[in-house]
């Protein structure tokens, strides 16, 4: 449910409110929007439904939300989450790319990612040292040596680190060098892991799982922030369809779909949604035409020495170009598409 508050409602009143739901045995968040405030409330429904919430000063009217994911929901926070790293902000229009070597491979060629990826506009660097393959006699990561290279490539650049923690009992050494821990798609359902992360304090980039839903993606989100974390990015990966072309295939009217149903900002990874070079940089365009958050793509100076997924590899001449395009890129955000939608059925 939620308390939809009067516009100009004080603090005072946000309060009293907030007191009596946890007095009535539930949760509440509050989000405190320029226009109008809500208090989400998540409890036991029908109790908390018969409390004469609408006789609280301040409060307008209350609303059930009948989807099952609250804490991930744009009716429980209608404001944008912004999440910021290492001075970068992803979210609420501020639009930040990730890139770097699908796996961490030598100290060289990773510092060099590094400084290209930077020179060209990337505020965070990617790449992963815990590797989730599909066949267990290719290359595994190189584990926390290669969490200490990630580190170099952060002491040589600023950029802040983005990697992949694939088990529970990876995660303290993760967590010692990663400022964002991505989640990958093979893990997207791995409840246990989503519940550990939801307990640590970085931030969350989930990635949408090999063959679920916008839906169950929310609800993998829900899993990580019903443990308290907030900071959870959304990142499109693509699904396996029946395109054989491509790795997978990836549908941009998500990204605008999920930006309607939640908060959280949304990113698209056009690498692994193709799998093929040639077509990374124009799924990435039109994902940032579409209105995504942001990007976090795989770059390689060498991409015939990658360790993994050189194939979809850009060089990073390719990055700096797509880079500059997507200077000059005026993406709408969801919110506008929809206005102009609307406007016109009328
Ligand atoms: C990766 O980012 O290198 C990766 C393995 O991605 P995904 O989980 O999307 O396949
Ligand atoms: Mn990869």
């Known amino acids: 449910m939620i308390i939809v508050m009067k516009k100009g409602v004080s603090s005072e009143q946000i309060e009293e409110v907030v007191k009596h739901i946890k007095i009535w045995g539930a949760e509440a968040h509050v989000d ?54 290492g001075g970068a902000k992803i979210g609420g229009g501020a639009t930040c790319v990730i890139a770097g070597p699908c796996s961490v491979d030598t100290e060289e060629y990773v510092v060099a990612t590094a400084k290209a990826v930077k020179a060209a506009g990337a505020r965070a660097l990617r790449g992963g040292a815990f590797k989730p393959r599909t066949s267990p006699y290719t290359f595994q990561g190189s584990g926390e040596d290669g969490l200490k290279i990630l580190q170099t490539a952060k002491q040589e650049t600023g950029l802040p680190i983005v990697t992949e923690v694939m088990s529970v009992d990876q995660i303290d050494v993760v967590y010692k060098y990663a400022d964002m821990i991505q989640i990958g798609a093979r893990n997207a359902q791995n409840f246990n892991l989503l519940k ?135 993406a709408w955000s969801q919110k506008e598409w929809k206005k102009t939608a609307n406007q016109n059925a009328k």
């Open 32 to 85: 405190r929007g320029e226009v109008q405030t809500v208090v989400g409330v998540i409890g036991d429904k029908a109790e908390i439904l018969r409390k004469p919430w609408t006789s609280f000063e301040g409060v307008e009217k209350t609303l059930e939300v009948s989807d099952p994911f609250k804490k991930a929901s744009r009716k429980f926070h209608p404001s944008d989450t912004v999440i910021e790293v």
């Open 196 to 330: 550990a992360v939801g307990k640590m304090n970085k931030p969350v980039i989930l990635k949408n799982g090999i063959a679920t839903t916008a839906k169950e993606h929310l609800m993998s989100a829900e899993y990580v922030m019903s443990e308290g974390l907030k900071e959870v990015i959304l990142c499109l990966r693509g699904t396996r369809s029946y395109e054989t072309a491509f790795r997978n295939s990836l549908d941009v009217a998500l990204i605008p779909y999920l930006q309607e149903l939640s908060h959280l900002p949304v990113i698209v990874d056009s690498s692994h949604s193709t799998g093929v070079r040639s077509y990374v940089s124009a799924v990435a365009y039109a994902g940032m035409a579409a209105g995504a958050d942001g990007l976090i793509l795989e770059v390689h100076p060498n991409p015939c020495e990658a360790l993994s997924d050189g194939e979809q590899a850009l060089l990073p001449s390719d990055f700096d170009f797509l880079m500059k395009k997507l200077g000059d890129l005026k």
